[in-house]
């Protein structure tokens, strides 16, 4: 099923799973990958629409994946199968259908390790899961304004690959962060606060993000294009970020 059903369920995974080493002192891991949908799958409304990952993330005990491809889910589900820490796994059944290059032999993708997805200059920008889509999109369009775009996948959202974040804005000085989920409390403020903290000094520009609206994603085909994370709002973005008065 999607994480939409996971919250009947949720008790289980934040109060035994994600505890259970702790709470043994060491004595016993947990070993599991709850693996599932996530985010929009279009024209099915509220209840089937919803994006959970800053949920689990936010758990102490838990690794969470949220893929954006199905070479990096092969790699990091494998990763996940072997951990010895319960591990969500996220994923788009939008993509289930996706098709890409994805070797026969053995590899795996280190838990924890973001991936720049396309280099760029002039601004960075982060996200996860299949939203990096609309980010890699409007990095295109923006390449023939003569805007470089870098964009860092995630990944991992617990752990965060902060290091390659602070990398990546130190050379560009410009941040926006693309994310599926609402804006309290998201993936997004979390980047954001590290990248203030840490990369103050670089900034030429406030952060900015770029989330889903603050709403029950709607039924009707034009409401949702107007309230998940999209090409033409992430271009907005950038383009602010671009162009802040000194």
Not at 129 to 139: D, E, F, M, R, V
Not at 173 to 189: C, D, M, Q, S
Not at 212 to 232: C, G, K, W
Not at 237 to 242: D, I, L, N, R, Y
């Given at each position: ?142 390449e023939k304004e003569g805007i470089s775009v870098e964009v860092v996948d995630l990944r991992t959202i617990r752990p965060i690959d902060y290091a390659t974040i602070i990398n990546s804005v130190k050379k560009t000085n410009r941040l926006v962060i693309v994310e599926e989920a609402w804006p309290l409390g998201a993936i997004a403020t979390e980047v954001a606060f590290k990248v203030q903290k840490e990369a103050f000094d670089y900034l030429d520009a406030p952060v ?39």
């Amino acid at each position: 099923m999607t994480f939409n059903f996971s919250l009947v369920a949720i008790d289980q995974i934040i109060n035994s799973a994600a505890k259970m080493m702790s709470m043994s002192g060491g004595q016993f891991p947990i070993p599991i990958v709850f693996r599932g949908a996530t985010g929009s799958a279009g024209m099915l409304s509220s209840q089937h629409s919803q994006s959970f990952d800053s949920w689990y993330a936010n758990c102490p005990g838990l690794k969470v994946i949220v893929p954006s491809n199905p070479y990096d889910a092969k790699g990091l589900l494998k990763s996940a199968i072997r951990d010895n820490d319960p591990v969500v796994f996220m994923e788009s059944e939008q993509m289930y259908g996706e098709k890409g290059e994805v070797p026969e032999g053995e590899y795996l993708i280190p838990i924890g390790v973001a991936d720049v997805k396309r280099e760029g200059k002039d601004v960075t920008i982060v996200s996860f899961g299949k939203i990096i889509k609309q980010a890699l999109s409007a990095a295109d369009e923006l390449e023939k304004e003569g805007i470089s775009v870098e964009v860092v996948d995630l990944r991992t959202i617990r752990p965060i690959d902060y290091a390659t974040i602070i990398n990546s804005v130190k050379k560009t000085n410009r941040l926006v962060i693309v994310e599926e989920a609402w804006p309290l409390g998201a993936i997004a403020t979390e980047v954001a606060f590290k990248v203030q903290k840490e990369a103050f000094d670089y900034l030429d520009a406030p952060v900015l993000r770029v989330t889903a609206a603050d709403v029950p994603l709607p039924y009707a085909p034009t409401l949702i294009e107007a309230s998940l994370p999209n090409v033409s709002r992430v271009i907005k973005a950038v383009k602010e970020v671009m162009y802040v008065a000194k």
